[in-house]
């Protein structure tokens, strides 16, 4: 078992590109989520889904946008990186809420 | 929402020591998690503890809701303990916002 598998590990994109982060898991689990951490801070999170067809934002969801439909994909979409974009995403899964969450390995993402 | 306090920031010890990392919170909580993020960045799930106590070998938190803190301690620290701690929450009216601190960044000199 992977668990989550975040795809790319590495990214760079220009200012105004778009892009999608992957996020996949093997666990079957309902929850899903994605945070952004930036350097010397703890994870904030940005939209998290509590099964196939429902999201809901986090506390810093400006400039992303989600989709779940399959319980295993919660792929993140940028429309129009901007600079304040950089940073390290993760994201996670949980079997239900209330219960531990585990994590992907991230995506370091830079807009330049 | 729920503001998350972790004391101390940055903690250094020598290996074979003791230590304890302190979590504080300003709302009840129905979920509590450690986290040890490595220094290649790989977040792990310690405990999940909204409360009691729960122990995994050397390290062991407790959470106390009532008044609203958790501690985390590792003893007989090792080189690979070194890292950042990470304590986050989830309160009942926000299922499935987790709030994190900022965490503790450990270091473990040989």
């Known amino acids: 078992n992977a668990g989550v598998t975040q795809t790319p590990k590495f990214r760079i994109l220009k200012i105004g590109q778009s892009m999608t982060l992957q996020c996949t898991q093997d666990?079957?689990?309902?929850?899903m989520y994605w945070y952004r951490q930036d350097p010397g801070m703890g994870l904030k999170l940005i939209y998290y889904?509590?099964?196939?067809?429902?999201?809901d934002k986090g506390e810093v969801p400006n400039g992303y946008n989600v989709s779940r439909s399959t319980t295993e994909d919660f792929p993140l979409r940028l429309e129009l990186a901007a600079p304040s974009q950089t940073s390290v995403y993760f994201c996670?899964?949980?079997?239900?809420?209330?219960?531990?969450?585990?994590f992907g390995d991230g995506t370091r993402l830079s807009i330049l | 929402g729920i503001q998350v306090e972790q004391s101390p920031p940055d903690l250094i010890l020598q290996e074979g020591a003791n230590s304890t990392l302190r979590c504080n919170f300003s709302?009840?909580?129905?979920?509590l998690q450690w986290f040890h993020q490595n220094p290649w960045g790989q977040l792990i799930n310690l405990f999940y503890?909204?409360?009691g106590t729960k122990q995994n070998g050397r390290l062991s938190a407790t959470t106390v809701a009532t008044e609203r803190y958790s501690l985390l301690y590792i003893s007989s620290s090792q080189t690979t303990d070194s890292g950042v701690y990470f304590c986050?929450?989830?309160?009942?009216?926000?299922?499935?916002?987790?709030?994190f601190g900022d965490g503790t960044t450990l270091t473990v000199k040989p």
């Open positions: 996670a899964m949980s079997d239900r809420g209330n219960q531990p969450q585990h």
């Open positions: 666990m079957n689990h309902n929850y």
């Open positions: 889904s509590v099964g196939a067809g429902i999201t």
């Open positions: 709302d009840s909580v129905n979920n």
């Open positions: 503890i909204p409360s």
């Open positions: 986050a929450v989830e309160g009942y009216t926000n299922a499935g916002k987790s709030t």
